[in-house]
């Protein structure tokens, strides 16, 4: 089985399992329904899903075990990124190649849709068809990795750097938070799902660590180089607001240099893995070389 086939399965299985979970836009209340699938089934990379598969691949855990992270852990995200461009935050009208939530819909709709996303990103591991050590696992993992001590704070430290420069531990904190913090917990869901050792656990946090920071510092770059149609979201905003990212601190090639040493600590984690970690590996180079 390749790496693309895999990935395509598992993408369809995971948004089979967004679609089932998500209220139905004919039901009551419509409007906010219909503004939750908007944000979740508008299209999108999975790329924390696939980091669920991918570590539970290594164990080989049943794929129907993954699915409810997997699930759990976009609606976490879409949620993220509906508040992430509400005017009070970033401001932004483009969202995977669509109209942002609050644009499509109106911001009370978008805050209500952004905060019943997260609620139900719960609801769907509490009651997953999991043992309840491994469902309270999760719960903490991911409800950890959302708040104050992950996403959320993150995201806080990110307001108020803005119209500031950051150093680069600074920036490195920030990221790891805003953006890290929710793939480590992605790939520690899977990992947890097939009884990882605490090496093996300590492994595969170092290389989501590294993946989480390498996504980001290719989202700057791309910022810089693509455009808004390549994208799907508005390009050149981190120029525009001024913000410390890793080609403003570093160089482009600074940059370049940060995610070759960024690729070689994702080799050294995975380095005493079997070949079931093929599809980490090729996660990790998306991280690196991906276009939008
Ligand atoms: C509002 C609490 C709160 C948090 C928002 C994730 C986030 C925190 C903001 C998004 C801002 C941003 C542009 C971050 C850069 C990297 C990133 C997370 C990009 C979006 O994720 P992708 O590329 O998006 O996985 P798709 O659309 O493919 O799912």
């Not at 209340?29 to 696939?50: C, D, I, Q, S, Y």
């Not at 480590?184 to 989501?208: C, I, K, P, Q």
């Not at 940059?255 to 590996?281: G, I, V, Y």
């Amino acid at each position: 089985m390749s790496t693309e086939a895999a990935f395509a399965r598992w993408t369809a299985r995971v948004e089979a399992k967004l679609e089932q979970s998500l209220p139905v836009a004919s039901q009551s209340p419509e409007r906010l329904h219909a503004a939750m699938r908007h944000a979740v089934l508008g299209g999108g990379k999975r790329v924390r899903p696939l980091l669920v598969y991918a570590a539970g691949a290594l164990f080989d855990v049943d794929e129907a075990i993954l699915d409810a992270p997997a699930a759990a852990v976009e609606l976490i995200h879409a949620y993220s990124l509906v508040h992430d461009d509400l005017p009070a935050m970033d401001d932004d009208d483009l969202r995977r190649g669509q109209p942002t939530v609050h644009i499509a819909f109106d911001e009370a709709t978008a805050i209500l849709a952004g905060d019943a996303l997260q609620t139900s990103a719960f609801d769907l591991l509490a009651h997953a068809d999991a043992d309840v050590a491994l469902r309270l696992d999760w719960l903490q993992v991911l409800s950890r990795a959302s708040g104050v001590a992950g996403m959320c704070g993150g995201q806080a430290l990110d307001i108020d750097a803005t119209g500031s420069v950051q150093s680069l531990s600074a920036l490195q904190r920030m990221h790891a938070l805003k953006t890290g913090a929710l793939m480590r917990a992605a790939v520690r869901m899977g990992a947890a799902a097939g009884g990882a050792s605490g090496d093996e656990l300590r492994r595969l946090d170092d290389f989501a660590a590294a993946l989480g920071l390498a996504f980001q510092v290719r989202d700057d770059i791309l910022d810089i180089e693509s455009s808004s149609e390549q994208l799907g979201k508005t390009a050149g905003k981190d120029v525009a607001q001024a913000k410390s990212t890793y080609p403003a601190l570093l160089g482009m090639q600074g940059a370049a240099a940060k995610l070759e040493e960024l690729a070689s600590t994702m080799q050294n984690a995975l380095a005493p893995f079997d070949a079931r970690s093929n599809a980490l590996k090729a996660l990790g180079e998306l991280a690196i070389n991906r276009v939008h």
